[in-house]
Structures are given as structure tokens and as C-alpha cells.
């Protein structure tokens, strides 16, 4: 499926840093035109040409362009490469290479857009970062943007998964702002979107060849979500919840794993009784193929991806969940424009969306 823009678009955006595209998904969802997007990597931006033709996607690294072009563009947004600020890296910050949050401060100076949404992971607002998060803000505030900070469980907006995601949103103009209510969890009008119901009917797709092995060393937890019971970092999936986050590393054997018939249950039971480790192939499991992974991410069935399958995996993980994105992109949008939109899902399992 490819999605289309207007000649004459209104309510423009660019989307920097925009991988395969599921930021500018959920935008274009929440009634924004994503006229410019840039992109490094080759074939992400293979993805995302193939899925957003209308686009005009810039393949340059995000340091040698200059956004002064840019100007009259009412919304800029991008989820700079969160490596330097993620608990599961070295945390180095500004000392790391990878560290481009700065252009995207640039883009903003330049551009001048009515408001902005910067996406990243919590681990930017935490201690050790503190100098750091301080001063981003003071960045923006010196470029007279009034800021508006959250962390969003993708859970809460209708993604089944949980991934928390911190969300920089600046105004430009002094209008009252608020991120769009949760509509889904614990005491919503709407339950979560549980992995079983996201992963009904699924499209074929190649399986994923990696093995599943016991552990020689298990690590056991309370929870048999939880520890290490076979090999690599993929786990069980608990089918009845919402999926835990999908890693940009899958394809291979971190890659979270489908048991449908509790197999890996009763081992954990088995050995929280004391019983011995077992040895060899688990058999009844596997890991998530592409497919499933993107449904987990709430992509619907029709967005193709593009490259080897480790990259197509690596895509779908690093994607920006396209309803959470819908979700902070109508916030914004009712704040500029005061237009009244509604939050629409579907939950259905094909988690298809209306464009």
C-alpha cells in the first residue's frame, strides 16, 4: 500500500532520522502531511520510498543538510538514534559519535516549524543523563518553544506491546497542550490489545530459522516471562498480554518466541519444582516471524519492507509504533489547528487502520 499526499498539502511536516517510516505512518494517520523525510540508512530508505512515493526523501546524513529550506513547514519530528541515551548500550551521551540530537536542535532553529515532536528513550530523562536532558531543554527554551515532556506506554494507545518512549513536544505559539488521554489499560474504556489477538491470522510469511535450545545454565525467575531459558535474549511471549518490546536486534536469536501450547511454561514449572536442566532443540516453539514482529509494532499487513531479513527486522525494531505516533500526532495537531479529531482503532486482528 502507499500512502499519498495532496499537491497542494496542508498542515506539512518533515520527519527526520525517519527509518522505515512509522512515525510519518501514524502522522500522516493523524492528518498531517509528511512532505520530507530523511534517512541514512539504504535500506530503510528503500522501505520507505517504496511505502511513502510521494514523499520527497533526502538520503544525506542529517550534518550536511541545511533546513533553511525548509521554512513555512509547520512541524518537524524524528526520533534521533537513541544507541547513546539506551540502558542496553554504553549510555555515553554526547560523548558517543551517534549522538545527532544536536541536528535535530539545528533542524528546529532553522525551520522555525509552529511546533516539534521529539521521540527517544526514557533513558535520556535518567540520572546519569541529567546534565544532558538539562541542557536539551534549555536549547529549546532559548529558541522560545514551550515544552511539554512524557513518557508513553505504546500499550496505553492501542499497540500490543509494551515500549515506553519519552516524547519532547514543543509550541512555538502559547496554546494550552496536552497528550492525547491513554485509551487503552487498567480502568480504560478499551482493555489492552493482547500479543494473542495482534498475532490472528497473520499473512505467510518466511519462518524464522533461528533455533530454540534449552539452557545450559538457566536463569530462573518468579515469572516464566521472565529469566533465561533457552538460549540468546529472546523470550516466551505471554500471548494473553500485551507483547513485551520487540528489539531492533531480532532475526536472529533474540527474537521472542511464540509457544502456543505452554511448553516452555511446564519447563519452568518443572524446574522451579528442582527439576534438572534439559539439553538440545526445543520443539513446539519458535521465534517471531518479520510478519508477526510488524503486527506487534501495529504496522498494518499492507507496509512492505524492504532488504535482508535481519534488516527488515531491524526496521520494524527500531520503528517509532505507528498508533503511538497517530496518538502524539493528533495531540499536536488539535493543539495547532483546534480541530477535534478523534483517536480511531480498530481491534481487529489485522490492526488495520483507516488512512
Given at each position: 500500500m502507499h500512502y499519498n499526499y495532496s499537491k497542494n498539502p496542508k498542515n506539512t511536516a518533515i520527519d527526520l532520522f525517519a527509518g522505515a517510516g512509522g512515525l510519518s505512518l501514524g502522522l500522516h494517520q493523524a492528518?498531517?502531511?509528511?512532505?520530507?523525510?530523511?534517512?541514512?540508512?539504504?535500506?530503510?530508505?528503500?522501505?520507505y520510498r517504496h511505502n511513502f512515493p510521494d514523499t520527497h526523501l533526502i538520503t544525506q546524513d542529517a550534518r550536511e543538510i541545511d533546513f533553511t529550506p525548509f521554512q513555512g513547514i509547520d512541524l518537524v519530528a524524528g526520533g534521533p538514534p537513541c544507541q547513546p541515551f539506551s540502558v542496553?548500550?554504553?549510555?555515553?551521551?554526547?560523548?558517543?559519535?551517534?549522538d545527532i540530537v544536536p541536528e535535530f536542535i539545528r533542524a528546529v532553529k532553522q525551520i522555525r516549524p509552529k511546533a516539534?515532536?521529539?521521540e527517544n528513550v526514557p533513558g535520556l530523562q535518567t540520572a546519569k543523563h541529567l546534565p544532558y536532558f538539562q541542557w536539551l531543554n534549555q536549547q529549546f527554551s532559548a529558541l522560545k518553544y514551550t515544552l511539554c515532556i512524557n513518557i508513553l506506554d505504546t500499550a496505553s494507545y492501542g499497540v500490543p506491546q509494551h515500549r515506553n518512549r519519552l516524547f519532547f513536544v514543543g509550541l512555538l505559539e502559547d496554546i494550552s497542550f496536552s497528550f492525547l488521554p491513554k485509551t487503552h489499560g487498567l480502568g480504560m474504556q478499551n482493555p489492552y490489545i493482547s500479543a494473542g489477538e495482534a498475532l490472528i491470522n497473520v499473512p505467510n510469511d518466511t519462518p524464522n530459522t533461528a533455533k530454540v535450545t534449552y539452557a545450559k545454565n538457566p536463569i530462573l525467575r518468579p515469572s516464566p516471562w521472565a529469566g533465561m531459558l533457552v538460549n540468546g535474549q529472546g523470550r516466551p511471549i505471554n500471548l494473553n498480554e500485551p507483547s513485551r518490546t520487540i528489539p531492533a536486534t531480532a532475526g536472529g536469536n533474540r527474537t521472542h518466541i511464540?509457544?502456543?501450547?505452554?511448553?516452555?511454561?511446564?519447563?519452568?514449572?518443572?524446574?522451579?519444582?528442582?527439576?534438572r536442566p534439559r539439553s538440545g532443540q526445543v520443539e513446539g516453539v519458535r521465534r517471531l516471524t518479520l510478519r508477526e514482529s510488524a503486527r506487534l509494532q501495529s504496522f498494518p499487513d499492507q507496509f512492505v519492507f524492504r532488504g535482508p531479513k535481519t534488516a527488515q527486522?531491524?526496521?520494524?525494531?527500531?520503528?517509532?509504533?505507528?498508533?503511538?505516533?497517530?496518538?502524539?500526532?493528533?495531540?499536536?495537531?488539535?493543539?495547532?489547528?483546534?480541530?477535534?479529531?478523534?483517536?480511531?482503532?480498530?481491534?481487529?486482528?489485522?490492526?488495520?487502520?483507516?488512512y
Open positions: 492528518g498531517w502531511n509528511v512532505t520530507t523525510a530523511i534517512e541514512i540508512d539504504s535500506w530503510a530508505s528503500a522501505t542496553a548500550g554504553k549510555q555515553l551521551a554526547q560523548a558517543d559519535p551517534r516539534f515532536i521529539m511464540v509457544d502456543r501450547d505452554g511448553i516452555l511454561l511446564e519447563y519452568h514449572r518443572y524446574l522451579r519444582k528442582g527439576g527486522y531491524k526496521q520494524v525494531g527500531n520503528a517509532v509504533p505507528p498508533l503511538l505516533a497517530k496518538a502524539v500526532g493528533l495531540s499536536v495537531y488539535q493543539a495547532l489547528f483546534n480541530n477535534r479529531l478523534e483517536f480511531e482503532y480498530r481491534s481487529t486482528p489485522e490492526l488495520t487502520v483507516k
